[in-house]
């Protein structure tokens, strides 16, 4: 591990989701972290897996087009 690890309230920033919401996820075990005694904090890298493994729609970001040939 050469990062720093986030604060609930970086992570929070980090997906534009409150506080609290981080929060709640990490107590039902929904969002990766790591248990420091009394303290919660989360891996960038593990944040942004969990977040690709939740991508819904298509993975490059934008919509296939393809012309109809028969208009």
Known sequence: MTERLLTAKE???LLAVPESWVRGATREG????LALGRYRRYEREAIEAWLAE???G???G???F???SSL
């Open 58 to 60: 298509p993975s490059t």
């Open 11 to 13: 992570v929070a920033e």
């Open 54 to 56: 939740k991508q819904q």
């Open 66 to 68: 393809r012309p109809d």
């Open 30 to 33: 929904r969002l990766p972290y």
């Open 62 to 64: 934008r919509l296939a």
